[in-house]
């Protein structure tokens, strides 16, 4: 199993570009979720899916978009990018059955906005 | 706003030394998450207690649970220097809240 999947691992933008990230799991968790991760700081909950087919807005979405694109890929998706969006975005899933605690992450994408 | 508020924000001690770090937080839980973060990495879960709970034990980890003073504490015991990372707890059974984390350093 390869778990929790980004892409990209890196990107600069310019101010106003657009870009999605991509994450998908293999682990058949119905969960998915995309949090920041500024300097110094705790992750902070951008957006959730509890179930293909949903998704919530968390502690701070205003500039971005998900699609939950079937149960395995949910994707973060920035319309028009501000230096202030500049962090490190870490997608998760959450576990099953005795698991069902415990959240799972991939390795991040690291995002400039120049 | 943050749930968890982790004290200290940093932690320097040399290998074989114990290393305790502190959470707090606001509103009722259901359960305490440990979660380690390697530099540059994801996090990975290290351990729950669930609200019922006053102390948990995995291998060289303990984890205590006040939750009359809204508070739980990670002892890891006999450190080594690739317990090198920072520390954060979260709470929340649906959408969860983590703390802002302590930098652990573990000089060997």
């Known amino acids: 199993n390869a778990g929790v999947t980004q892409t990209p691992k890196f990107q600069v933008l310019k101010t106003g570009q657009s870009m999605t990230l991509q994450c998908a799991q293999d682990m058949n968790h119905n969960s998915m979720y995309w949090y920041r991760q500024d300097p110094g700081m705790g992750l902070r909950l951008i957006y959730y899916s509890a179930s293909e087919g949903t998704t919530d807005k968390g502690e701070v979405p205003n500039g971005y978009n998900v699609s939950r694109l079937n149960k395995r890929e949910f994707s973060l998706r920035l319309e028009s990018a501000a230096p202030s969006q500049t962090s490190v975005y870490f997608c998760a899933s959450r576990g099953l059955g005795g698991r069902r605690n415990e959240q799972f992450f991939g390795p991040g994408t690291r995002l400039t906005v120049l | ?108």
């Not at chain 2, 200290?8 to 290998?15: D, Y």
């Not at chain 2, 259901?30 to 669930?50: A, D, E, T």
Request: charged share 20%; with cysteine.
């Open chain 2, 1 to 108: 706003s943050q749930q968890g508020e982790e004290d200290p924000q940093a932690l320097s001690i040399q290998e074989g030394e114990n290393a305790t770090m502190n959470c707090s937080y606001k509103t009722s839980i259901n359960n305490l998450q440990w979660y380690r973060q390697n530099s540059g990495r994801g996090l990975v879960h290290l351990i729950l207690i669930r609200s019922n709970e006053r102390e948990k034990h995995s291998g060289r980890l303990r984890v205590t649970l006040d939750t009359s003073k809204k508070s739980s504490s990670l002892l890891i015991t006999a450190s080594r220097a690739a317990d090198t990372a920072s520390y954060f707890c979260a709470t929340g059974a649906y959408k969860y809240i983590f703390g802002t984390g302590t930098r652990l350093k573990v000089l060997a």
